[in-house]
């Protein structure tokens, strides 16, 4: 809310929140409102629903890497790990569960 507040949006009338990509952009198609949506959303845009850059917007995501505990590949395993690396490089803040 704080970053809207900066940008001039004082006081959002929040009547709908949705966690579903396509239920996000379908409330948009609507006219109920606007949402904030990663890139890769540009192949599924509703009709009538226009996707713009946010260049000056920085907010972090929450992001998950999941996989089968039982999957014992090991371009998995590499992958896993060079995910855990770049994490620790970057010092940002994870929880490393498995």
Known sequence: MAKCARGGLKAPHIVQEAANEVVILGLVACRVGVAFV???????????????PVTDLNVRLPFALVWRKDNNSPLLAKFVADVKSMVQRTGRKSEILG
């Open 38 to 52: 990663s890139s890769a959303s540009r192949g599924r845009l509703p009709s009538g629903v226009e996707l713009m």
